[in-house]
């Protein structure tokens, strides 16, 4: 007789973050609105009653997705920053609008925009969330021209809302199926001349 090893037993802390990967999956296919806590639970493999034991409602879930996805970014954007200080824009830039990745921001704000009205709990968490990442861009443009690769005279403030904003519309985009087309690829080729400092454009 054969015999299928059980596999091992998660930890506490392991079951959590299966639990926010499927959220994350879930809400990124779907929305806010439209997932539902046991779709969750089966794209965890668990029941309504053990995803419970981890996040007290779907909000919680949501919330919890939304400073993941931060997490990440912020990961590779820092990791970005220590390899290429000078050149970092671009590859942080590509990276924040990527079609692909696994959680991107900017999906997961644009939902909440429908509930924002509704529910403070998610627009104050929202409101914090993107004020903090419009720091952390303003820090990048900073370290850049710190680093002579931005143009000095840029407004690292304005330039990181504009930063905020080309995400945005690059999400729309991508909802759309495209509704840019090439221009898009224009626009982030005009970004990069704007923010080049003229050593580096030359």
Same mark, same amino acid.
């Given at each position: 007789?054969?015999?299928?090893? @059980? ?25 806010y ?18 995803? /419970? ?8 879930? /949501?919330?919890?997705? +939304? ?21 970092? +824009? ?5 990276? /924040? ?10 999906? +997961? ?32 443009v ?6 002579g ?29 495209? +509704? ?6 224009r626009?982030?080729? @005009? ?12």
């Amino acid at each position: 007789m054969t015999v299928t090893p @059980s596999r091992p037993r998660l930890t506490g802390e392991e079951r959590r973050q299966a639990v926010l990967d499927a959220a994350c999956r879930v809400f990124y296919s779907s929305s806010y609105r439209g997932a539902t806590t046991a779709e969750i639970a089966r794209e965890a493999g668990i029941s309504e009653p053990i995803l /419970y034991r981890h996040f007290g409602s779907k909000r919680d879930l /949501y919330l919890a997705c +939304l400073d993941e996805a931060w997490r990440g970014f912020r990961a590779f954007a820092e990791e970005a920053m220590t390899d290429d200080p000078a050149g970092c +824009l671009g590859r942080i830039a590509d990276h /924040y609008m990527a079609k692909r990745a696994r959680l991107r921001l900017v999906d +997961l704000w644009i939902q909440a925009l429908t509930e924002a009205s509704g529910d403070e709990e998610i627009a104050k968490a929202v409101r914090h969330q993107i004020r903090q990442v419009h720091a952390f861009f303003t820090e990048v443009v900073q370290h850049g021209q710190a680093a002579g690769a931005i143009h000095a005279d840029r407004d690292a403030v304005a330039e990181a809302w504009i930063f905020l904003a080309g995400g945005l519309l690059a999400t729309i985009d991508h909802r759309l199926g495209g +509704l840019l087309g090439d221009d898009l690829d224009r626009v982030r080729a @005009s970004r990069r001349a704007w923010m080049q400092a003229p050593e580096i454009v030359q």
